[in-house]
């Protein structure tokens, strides 16, 4: 995949100031065409404005700020909502806490050359998980439910891809 193809991970906040500063470095270093938005719900602890002081020295960080804790998943449709408005040839998710490791971030890119959607999950042969009971039931649930019956998996661990019904 061309390094000029952009790429955005959008990485919802809510009290992350802790392991912002760590993440996003790890998150950019992947591949030179990577930016990340940071979509913060007005987090106590600062979040937000760390986040447009990292934005501020790096114009591969973007930062949208809303104005109160209003959940992952609409977190998520806003910044899908926002690259869509903009260049952005993948879109990719990830939370801000550590649970998804940023070094995935290329086997997803290369498994997209060859299918439309690709999906992770942590309970693919090689993954782990450390989720509770309820977020495990949820994670299978969604796994079983969201995932089309012609999907293989993809080399490394977690990554799951799926090959949409029209060609590439």
């Not at 690259?83 to 995935?104: T, V």
Request: glycine letters at 8%; aromatic letters at 6%; charged letters at 25%.
């Amino acid at each position: 995949m061309p390094d000029k193809e952009l790429t955005l991970v959008v990485m919802p906040t809510y009290n992350e100031r802790k392991n912002l500063a760590a993440i996003l470095p790890l998150v950019l270093a992947q591949r030179e065409g990577i930016h990340a938005l940071v979509v913060d719900d007005n987090s106590p602890d600062g979040t937000g404005e760390l986040a447009d002081e990292l934005a501020a020295s790096d114009e591969r960080i973007h930062v949208l700020h809303r104005p109160g804790k209003l959940g992952l998943g609409t977190a998520y449709i806003a910044g899908f909502k926002w690259a869509l408005e903009r260049e952005y040839e993948y879109i990719l998710e990830m939370d801000s806490d550590f649970s998804h490791n940023p070094e995935h971030i290329s086997e997803f890119l290369m498994a997209a050359q060859e299918y439309d959607l690709v999906l992770g999950s942590r309970y693919l042969k090689g993954s782990a998980t450390g989720a509770g009971c309820w977020r495990a039931s949820t994670s299978k649930l969604s796994l079983q439910r969201g995932i089309p019956s012609r999907s293989r998996p993809r080399s490394g661990p977690g990554v799951r891809a799926s090959r949409s019904a029209r060609s590439r």
